[in-house]
C-alpha cells in the first residue's frame, strides 16, 4: 500500500530574519518523515510535504520549540492564531522598544557630551544593562538557541556585536588603568551597544507594519465571510456560527449583509453586489433558482436560500486558499537568494574576524579599540534581512493585487514568467466568445420529419450527459419543448468532437462536422442545400446523427465577449503574438477572427493539437500562454509556460491552469501580464539595493577609507542602516499596490 505524502501549510512564529527561516527550513527538512520544507519569511509561513504515517505536527513542534521558534498546528483556526501572537509579540516589541529608547536617550547624551562628568561610564553601564539584558534579551536567548545547534542568524550578529562593546566598555569602565599603563584612553561603548538595540528594535517594528500591510489582500478577502448566519429550521429563525452550517441548510438573508456559503436561491429575489467575483460593480438580479456565492453582498430584498457548498468547499475558500498558497510559494530567483542567506551569517562572521586581525596587524596605536569597532560595526550592518524580504514582499503584494482585481496567481513562479510571454494562444468558446451559445436553427431531414419529437429526446438526453457549453445552448432550447424522458443504454464522450450514445439498439452521434468523414455519414441533398447558408453565416453547426446518415443540423451562435477585442488590441499593441485555436468549422474562426482582430487562426482543432501547437511555439523560442475554459484545453494548458483559465470554466482547466480570470473577462490578460512586469522589476530593484547595501556597507564598516582620510563608520549609524534597509525594501514592495490600477 503507497504511503500518502500530506502538503500543508503551517504558520511560522519567531522568525526575525531571512536567515532564520533558512535555519526554520534546514531544521524541518532532516526531520524523518518530511519530504520538503518551503519556509517563506515574508509571510512567516512554512509549506510542508510530509508523511503522516512517520512524522506528527506536535513532532515538528517540539523540535522547532528547541531552537527558539514554533509553529502552530491547529488546523481550524490557525491563521487568526498566527495573527494573535504576531499582534501579542509586536507589541511587546513596541513596549520593549519604547523604554529601552527612554534610557537610550541619556547614555547618548552622556557618551557624546558629557564624557567627563563624574561616573559617566558608571552612569551608562546602570542604564544600558537592561537595554541590553532586559528589553533586548530576546537578541542573546535566540542568539544562544542557535548556537546550541550549530547555527547562526541576524539574532547572532546583534548579540555577538552588542555583547562585545559592552563587555569591553565594562573592562575599562573598571580597569582604566589598564590603558593608562599604555599611554592609551579607555574608551567606552556603552551608547553604541545601547543605540544598536534600540535601533534594530525600531527597524524591526517598521518592518512588522510594513509586512503586514502585503497581507491585506488576504485580510479583505476572510473579512468578506460574516462570523454567524440566521439559519431556518423547524423551531424557526436561530443565530449559529458559519461553522455550524452544512449542506442542505435554509438560510436567511437580509439587506445589507453578506452571504456566507455557496448555494442556491429558494424562496424571494433581490439584487446581489457580485463584484468581489466578477469585478463588475452592477448588482446582479436573483431569483428562485439562482446561484449566489460566499462573500457576495445582498443589496436590496431579503431572500432564502440552500446552502449546496459549505467551509473549505465555497468559491470564496477556495480563492482564499489559492491567493494564500500564491503568496506562500517561492519564485525560482528565490531559491538562489535563499541559498545565499543561508552562509550570509557564517560569511559576515569571518570577515568580522579578519578585519579585527587586519587592524590588529596594521592599526598602529589604537589598532585594539578601532579593530575592535570596526568588527562590530561589520557584525551590526551585515543583516541578510533585506536580502531575504526582497522577492517574498514583491511576490506577497503582487498576487494580492492580483487577487484584487480578480487575478488568481497560483504560485510565483507564474507570476515571475508572466513578464517574458511573447504569444498567445486564445480558445474560442467562452474564452472569446462569451461562452453563453444560442440555438438559432435546427434544420432536419426529411426522412426524420415524422420523428422528430423522438430524436429530440434522445439528443437531449445525450446532451445532458455532455459538458460543453454547446450541450448547455442544445438543453436549453430543448427544455422549452415538452418532451419524454429517455433512458440511453449507453454514452460517451468522443474527445475533441462531441457525444455518442445508444438507444433502443441504435446508435446516435452529436458532433461537429469531422464526425462526418470518420463514420462516413452521409447528408441528404434537401439539407445539404440548407447547410450552405448556415455556413455562410458562420453559425457553428452540430451534426445530430444515426449510425447512416445525418438527421439534424443545430446551428448555435455564441457572441464576441465586449471586451475581447480591446484586449486582443492591448496584448498586440504590447508586442504579443495572439493566435486563436479552435475545434470549430472554417468559417466561424474567420468571421469571429476578424471582428476581435486576431491575424493567426486555426479551425476544426483537436485538444491534442493544441497542445502540439503549443509546443511548436516553444520549440520556435517563444515563452507561451495558454488560455482557455473547457476540458479539451487542460492538455494545452499544463503544456504552455503560463496557463490562464476562465473561472467561469470548467474545474479541471482552473485546476490546471496557473492563473484564473475570476469574472472571465480577457481585458485582465494585459493586466495580469503587467502586474508580472511589475512584479518582476520591484523584486530586482529590491535585489539590487540590498545587495548594494551590503557591498558597499560591509568595507565601510570594516574600516575600508579610514587609510585614505581617516573615516570609521560609527555602529550607531551601522544599526540605523541596516534598519533602513530593510523597511526601504518592503516600501518599495507596496509600491506595486499604486502601480497598477
Not at 438543453?475 to 422549452?480: A, C, G, S, V
Not at 523560442?621 to 470548467?650: C, E, F, P, Y
Given at each position: ?5 500530506k502538503?500543508?501549510n503551517?504558520?511560522?512564529t ?8 533558512v ?5 524541518l527538512?532532516v ?23 512517520q ?9 522547532l ?18 495573527e ?10 513596541k ?15 552622556i ?6 562628568m563624574?561616573y ?12 541590553l ?6 537578541f ?12 547562526a ?9 552588542t ?15 589598564f ?5 592609551l ?19 524591526k ?11 491585506t ?24 456560527p458559519i ?95 535563499d ?8 560569511v ?8 579585527f586581525?587586519i ?14 569597532m570596526?568588527?562590530?560595526?561589520v557584525l ?16 506577497m ?27 498567445i ?42 459538458e ?8 436549453k ?10 433512458q440511453l ?10 457525444v ?9 452521434t ?24 448556415l455556413k ?12 447512416k ?57 483537436l ?15 517563444k ?18 509556460n ?26 485582465l490578460?494585459p ?5 508580472s ?10 535585489l539590487f ?7 558597499i ?45
Amino acid at each position: 500500500m503507497a504511503t500518502t505524502i500530506k502538503t500543508q501549510n503551517f504558520p511560522v512564529t519567531g522568525m526575525t530574519c531571512a536567515g532564520c527561516a533558512v535555519s526554520v527550513e534546514s531544521i524541518l527538512a532532516v526531520q524523518e518523515g518530511v519530504q520538503q520544507a518551503e519556509v517563506n519569511y515574508a509571510n512567516q509561513s512554512v509549506k510542508l510535504s510530509f508523511n503522516p504515517e512517520q512524522v506528527k505536527p506536535q513532532d515538528l513542534q517540539k523540535a522547532l520549540q528547541s531552537v527558539g521558534y514554533d509553529i502552530i498546528i491547529d488546523e481550524e483556526n490557525a491563521q487568526e492564531k498566527q495573527e494573535e501572537v504576531q499582534q501579542q509579540a509586536y507589541q511587546k516589541l513596541k513596549y520593549n522598544f519604547i523604554l529601552a529608547a527612554i534610557l537610550t536617550i541619556p547614555v547618548v547624551v552622556i557618551g557624546m557630551f558629557l564624557m567627563d562628568m563624574p561616573y559617566a561610564n558608571e552612569l551608562m553601564l546602570v542604564l544600558s544593562t537592561p537595554v541590553l539584558f532586559f528589553y533586548g534579551r530576546s537578541f542573546f536567548i535566540n542568539a544562544y538557541k542557535q548556537a546550541k545547534h550549530g547555527k547562526a542568524n541576524m539574532d547572532s550578529l546583534v548579540a555577538l556585536s552588542t555583547g562585545i562593546a559592552y563587555v569591553f566598555s565594562v573592562f575599562n569602565t573598571f580597569n582604566p588603568h589598564f590603558w593608562h599603563q599604555r599611554g592609551l584612553h579607555p574608551h567606552v561603548y556603552f551608547e553604541a551597544a545601547a543605540v544598536v538595540i534600540v535601533f534594530i528594535m525600531l527597524g524591526k517594528l517598521l518592518e512588522d507594519r510594513a509586512k503586514s500591510s502585503t497581507s491585506t489582500a488576504i485580510k479583505k478577502l476572510i473579512g468578506l465571510q460574516p462570523k454567524k448566519v440566521i439559519r431556518l429550521g423547524a423551531s424557526g429563525e436561530e443565530e449559529v456560527p458559519i461553522s455550524q452550517v452544512q449542506v442542505g441548510n435554509l438560510i436567511l438573508i437580509r439587506s445589507g449583509e453578506k452571504i456566507p456559503v455557496d448555494g442556491r436561491v429558494a424562496e424571494g429575489n433581490s439584487f446581489v453586489d457580485e463584484s468581489m467575483i466578477s469585478g463588475e460593480p452592477i448588482a446582479v438580479a436573483k431569483q428562485a433558482g439562482d446561484t449566489v456565492f460566499a462573500g457576495t453582498i445582498n443589496q436590496k430584498g431579503s431572500f432564502k436560500f440552500t446552502a449546496e457548498k459549505v467551509g473549505e468547499d465555497t468559491l470564496l475558500a477556495q480563492i482564499i486558499k489559492l491567493v494564500q498558497d500564491a503568496q506562500g510559494s517561492r519564485a525560482p530567483v528565490q531559491k538562489l537568494v535563499d541559498k545565499i542567506a543561508g552562509i550570509f551569517v557564517p560569511v559576515v562572521m569571518l570577515i568580522a574576524l579578519l578585519t579585527f586581525a587586519i587592524w590588529m596587524l596594521f592599526g598602529g596605536e589604537h589598532a585594539f579599540t578601532q579593530g575592535l569597532m570596526a568588527m562590530v560595526t561589520v557584525l551590526v550592518i551585515a543583516c541578510p534581512c533585506a536580502l531575504g524580504l526582497a522577492t517574498p514582499t514583491a511576490i506577497m503584494v503582487g498576487i494580492g493585487k492580483g487577487a484584487e482585481q480578480g487575478i488568481l496567481i497560483k504560485d510565483a513562479e507564474a507570476l515571475e514568467a508572466g513578464h517574458q510571454v511573447n504569444a498567445i494562444i486564445l480558445d474560442k468558446t467562452g474564452t472569446i466568445t462569451a461562452g453563453h451559445p444560442q440555438v438559432q436553427q435546427v434544420l432536419w431531414a426529411k426522412v426524420a420529419l415524422d420523428k422528430v419529437e423522438a430524436y429530440e429526446a434522445v439528443l437531449l438526453a445525450m446532451e445532458q450527459q455532455s459538458e460543453h457549453p454547446l450541450a448547455e445552448a442544445i438543453i436549453k432550447y430543448l427544455k422549452q419543448k415538452t418532451l419524454p424522458t429517455v433512458q440511453l443504454n449507453q454514452f460517451n464522450s468522443l474527445t475533441g468532437l462531441g457525444v455518442e450514445a445508444v438507444f433502443e439498439d441504435e446508435t446516435y452521434t452529436a458532433a461537429s462536422h469531422k464526425i462526418l468523414k470518420l463514420k462516413n455519414l452521409a447528408i441528404a441533398d434537401d439539407l445539404q442545400q440548407q447547410l450552405l447558408a448556415l455556413k455562410e453565416q458562420a453559425y457553428t453547426l452540430v451534426y445530430f446523427a444515426n449510425s447512416k446518415e445525418v438527421l439534424a443540423v443545430v446551428a448555435i451562435a455564441d457572441e464576441v465577449k465586449a471586451g475581447s477585442k480591446d484586449a486582443i488590441q492591448q496584448l498586440q499593441q504590447q508586442g504579443i503574438e495572439v493566435y486563436m485555436l479552435t475545434g470549430d468549422n472554417e468559417q466561424t474562426a474567420k468571421a469571429v477572427a476578424q471582428q476581435t482582430g486576431i491575424q493567426h487562426y486555426q479551425a476544426d482543432v483537436l485538444p491534442a493539437d493544441k497542445a502540439a501547437f503549443v509546443e511548436k511555439l516553444q520549440q520556435e523560442g517563444k515563452v507561451v500562454a495558454m488560455i482557455g475554459d473547457g476540458i479539451n484545453d487542460s492538455h494545452a494548458l499544463a503544456q504552455a509556460n503560463v496557463s490562464i483559465a476562465m473561472g467561469k470554466g470548467s474545474d479541471i482547466a482552473i485546476d490546471v491552469a496557473k492563473i484564473t480570470l475570476v469574472s472571465s473577462d480577457l481585458r485582465l490578460v494585459p493586466k495580469a501580464l503587467q502586474l508580472s512586469s511589475q512584479t518582476v522589476r520591484t523584486i530586482r530593484q529590491n535585489l539590487f539595493w540590498a545587495f548594494i547595501y551590503n557591498l558597499i556597507g560591509i568595507p565601510l564598516a570594516a574600516g575600508i577609507l579610514y587609510p585614505f582620510n581617516g573615516f570609521l563608520l560609527n555602529p550607531m549609524l551601522a544599526g540605523a542602516a541596516m534598519a533602513l534597509s530593510s523597511v526601504s525594501v518592503v516600501t518599495n514592495s507596496l509600491r506595486l499596490k499604486y502601480l497598477t490600477s
